[in-house]
């Protein structure tokens, strides 16, 4: 079972304007944006100090194949995702008040910023049942792994899509002209950030399938049914 937590921010940098000589009456004469795309994959943290109780509970886990009230976690696995880009841009002073402006740079770094696997701590480390609960969670872990990896060289050729698409803006001001720049990027990686939510979550449903959840009930001799609350005892009616 799976946690997702999004991260989405985008940092605009301004630059010195461009030296005078280079200046001219047209937005031309800039020099190609220059991409920077770096992958991020946070070290695994494991955490086993939770209880069934308290796993359940936490806020945002995305339910199970069987989504009722009454449903336990024995494991879980948190993960916050998304990007972080910076833009920098060269300006030309028009003398007539304007800006003409065009991205110099974009540096994004994209992927997993977090990820922590948990295993219920009544399950005792080294068990049969705690074995099988970690590779249940280490699967959410490799889905994750390999979606990223077949995402990022997808979202270098979209990028580069957008870059080749850009003008030099001209603008009242180099926060309007920057804005201006920032406003197709920001655009691009939104979608592509709803797109491999999307993915993930039906890649990450073929992990919590009823079978799987029925199989790790069923392993280590039954051993989750130590760990489960037990349901509570019906009382005797009492007949007038």
Known sequence: MTVRLLFLSLLGLL?????????????????????????????????????????????????????????????LTQARYGEQSQVQALFKSMGDGTYCASASSLTISFGFQQRIVHVAGEIPAGSC??????????RH???????????????????????????????????????????????????IMQEFGRERDRRQAKVDTVEEYERVSRVCNGEAREYLPKPAARRAMQRG
């Open 141 to 191: 872990v490799a889905v994750d792994e390999a979606l990223l990896n077949e995402t990022m060289p997808q979202i270098r050729s979209r990028l580069e899509q957008v870059i080749d698409g850009m003008a030099p803006v001209r603008s009242r001001s180099q926060a309007q002209a920057m804005a201006a720049i920032r406003r197709p990027l920001e655009s691009a990686m939104r979608r």
């Open 129 to 138: 049942l705690h074995g099988e609960v970690l590779a249940h969670e280490m």
């Open 15 to 75: 630059l010195a304007a461009m030296p005078a000589a280079a200046q001219s009456n047209g937005c031309g004469g800039f020099p190609p944006t220059k991409l920077t795309l770096d992958t991020v994959l946070a070290p695994i943290k494991r955490d086993d100090s939770l209880s069934i109780a308290q796993l359940t509970r936490l806020p945002g886990r995305t339910p199970g194949p069987v989504s009722t009230a009454d449903s336990h976690v024995l494991g």
